[in-house]
């Protein structure tokens, strides 16, 4: 007999309680017949049964040897796999994982917290220090271990793994690599001061900070990027409607800059807008061309021509560039001021430079040099840098 003729066998309710009666070596038929208020003759067909089954003898007595090997048939589950135990766990530990873990699934979530606790553990190691996530991406690797994600996201922040910040969560707590720089717990989500990510750029405004793009930007980009206005005198790569996909597609490419060369501008920590370059190769090499962008709430307010104008400095002094460029529509006053503000030279104007929306229009070209600020340093006689200050 197997487990499966067993399990048929045991859903006569009969048969279960003339099975727990020889168990406990009470079996009798008379005091069976009473207890299920059956007929004796019911009873002693149940009993019957069991005797050709090989499960008692004909004392009544169970016979042990006939349970162990049904249980022998039952089907073990998957074992954890190797990516799961692996790392510096203590061999209670990998016992614990073991039985909660079949291959790399999560076979149920712990009710015992000092289990759960383990369990968490493992799941948070998945999550790179550093790194900011979004509640997508949480949710989306933890439910590559169990369908109620949702439950294992709260318990990652509720025991201090990870925190949770305007929808951004990164590892603050639990097991890290030695040597691993932590973020602490009540740091902002969009804290100016990315991990990891490079420079934050402050400007002679100390309201306006430029930082690196990353994921916890994304919910401030969504909302600052998406205006019809914008796009008016920006590259066709400048959707509208912004989306979610848009933003995760430009945080994705900004993440990979190294060093970065495409910041967020911050104005008292909200998103306003972004500055940025694109450096150039070959006989190009050592210049780039700039552009920047702001969302219409904050236009008006020279806060384009502050950030750029930090911008021509890091890309002078951190990149080791020589020049740098950029175009602007003739047509566009407001982007003309922001260049000529940030000290770019107008060099001249490319006729019909652009086509935007199946119309021609003309570009003005301007740029600056790091040789011509230089030179402009050496004459002053101040003794005060004329290169544009970086301010606290």
């Not at 074992?79 to 291959?103: P, Y």
């Not at 969560?169 to 001061?193: H, I, K, L, M, N």
């Not at 490319?350 to 050496?378: F, H, I, M, P, Q």
Request: charged content about 25%.
């Amino acid at each position: 007999m197997d487990y499966e003729d067993f399990a048929r066998l045991c859903l006569d309710p009969v048969r279960v309680a003339a099975l727990g009666r020889a168990a406990e070596g009470s079996l009798n038929a008379d005091a069976l017949s009473r207890a299920m208020d059956i007929r004796r003759r019911d009873a002693l067909e149940a009993i019957a049964d069991l005797r050709l089954a090989g499960l008692i003898d004909v004392d009544g007595e169970v016979l042990r040897d006939c349970l162990l090997s049904i249980a022998a048939t039952l089907p073990r589950p998957e074992s954890a796999s190797l990516a799961i135990t692996a790392g510096d766990w203590s061999d209670d530990e990998v016992r614990v994982l073991r039985t909660f873990f079949t291959g790399d699934r999560l076979r149920e979530i712990p009710t015992q917290r000092s289990k759960r606790r383990l369990v968490i553990e493992r799941l948070a190691q998945d999550f790179e220090p550093g790194i900011r996530y979004d509640e997508s991406a949480v949710n989306e690797q933890l439910r590559t271990y169990h369908d109620d994600y949702a439950a294992l996201r709260r318990y990652l922040v509720d025991e201090g793994i990870m925190t949770r910040a305007e929808g951004v969560y990164w590892r603050s707590g639990g097991r890290f690599p030695p040597d691993t720089a932590v973020e602490s717990p009540t740091a902002r989500a969009t804290s100016d001061e990315p991990i990891e990510r490079g420079p934050t750029l402050h400007t002679e405004d100390p309201e306006i900070t430029l930082v690196p793009t990353s994921a916890a930007h994304r919910t401030g980009l969504l909302k600052a990027a998406d205006d019809e206005r914008i796009t008016l005198y920006m590259f066709d790569r400048f959707p509208y409607p912004y989306t979610p996909t848009d933003a995760d597609a430009w945080i994705a490419m900004c993440m990979k800059e190294d060093p970065p060369v495409n910041f967020t501008i911050l104005v008292g920590g909200v998103v306003a807008g972004g500055v940025g370059c694109e450096p150039r190769s070959d006989i190009l090499g050592g210049s780039a061309e700039m552009g920047w962008w702001l969302s219409p709430d904050w236009w008006g307010r020279g806060i384009a021509a502050i950030a750029a104008k930090r911008v021509i400095e890091y890309c002078f002094t951190d990149l080791d560039l020589h020049r740098v460029e950029a175009g602007v529509f003739l047509t566009n006053t407001a982007s003309t001021k922001v260049a000529e503000k940030a000290g770019f030279v107008l060099e001249g104007i490319a006729r019909d430079g652009y086509l935007k929306n199946g119309v021609l229009a003309d570009r003005l070209d301007y740029g600056l040099t790091r040789s011509s600020l230089e030179a402009t340093d050496s004459t002053t006689t101040s003794g005060s840098p004329s290169t544009p200050s970086s301010g606290p």
